[in-house]
T-cell receptor, first 115, second 112 residues
Framework: AAGVIQSPRHLIKEKRETATLKCYPI?????VYWYQQGPGQDPQFLIS???????DKGSIPDRFSAQQFSDYHSELNMSSLELGDSALYFC??????????????FGEGSRLTVL | AQSVTQLGSHVSVSEGALVLLRCNYS??????LFWYVQYPNQGLQLLLK??????LVKGINGFEAEFKKSETSFHLTKPSAHMSDAAEYFC??????????FGTGTKLQVIP
């Protein structure tokens, strides 16, 4: 079965550069979640989208932005990168039916290293 | 609001011994509870989940967990540890199938 696809799997950037992570949800899933997991940390919720609209917001820095496109894939844009942005970024997707959100399925993550 | 407390950031067990990883939750609504496992440099794999119904849930790799509402607990157990169980385990809670809130994780070490 198709899973959540994240790209790139690994990314190395310099401080103050910009990075974009992509998430392709499971087909027919309409909700996407982004999480950030720093080294030795638990995953922290950043932001979510349902039907291309932001549905919830967590601890996402102002330097970050995200959106969900018409094909339901999502992109997380990170600007003015800092060393502390080095982390594993997870995307999860779910299918929301009749107001009830289905189970979340996580991707393998994108590892961002900021030098 | 939901939160999860995992007791013990590191747990060591001998191979073949019982594994017990503790998780207590706080939730203002009936919770959905999850255990995820993460191997080094890998993603999150769902071990098991409790949504409604039977309070003892069985997951993959011989793990199980019991939802105890009176104790607000969802401890993870496995009768006999295997070397391949060495990983980090995250307990998580959500108000239904919505965004998941993770605990701080417990690293399980299995000693030969």
């Amino acid at each position: 079965a198709a899973g959540v696809i994240q790209s790139p799997r690994h990314l190395i950037k310099e401080k103050r550069e910009t990075a974009t992570l992509k998430c392709y949800p499971i087909p027919r899933h309409d909700t996407v979640y982004w999480y950030q997991q720093g080294p030795g940390q638990d995953p922290q919720f950043l932001i979510s989208f349902y039907e291309k609209m932001q549905s919830d917001k967590g601890s996402i820095p102002d330097r970050f932005s995200a959106q969900q496109f018409s094909d339901y894939h999502s992109e997380l844009n990170m600007s003015s990168l800092e060393l502390g942005d080095s982390a594993l970024y997870f995307c999860a997707s779910s299918f929301n039916s009749g107001g009830n959100t289905g189970e979340l399925f996580f991707g393998e993550g994108s590892r961002l290293t900021v030098l | 609001a939901q939160s999860v407390t995992q007791l013990g950031s590191h747990v060591s067990v001998s191979e073949g011994a019982l594994v017990l990883l503790r998780c207590n939750y706080s939730s203002s609504v009936p919770p959905y509870l999850f255990w995820y496992v993460q191997y080094p440099n890998q993603g999150l794999q769902l071990l098991l989940k409790y949504t409604t119904g039977a309070t003892l849930v069985k997951g993959i790799n011989g793990f199980e967990a019991e939802f105890k509402k009176s104790e607000t607990s969802f401890h993870l157990t496995k009768p006999s540890a295997h070397m391949s169980d060495a990983a980090e385990y995250f307990c998580a809670v959500s108000p239904g199938y919505q965004k998941v809130t993770f605990g701080t994780g417990t690293k399980l070490q299995v000693i030969p």
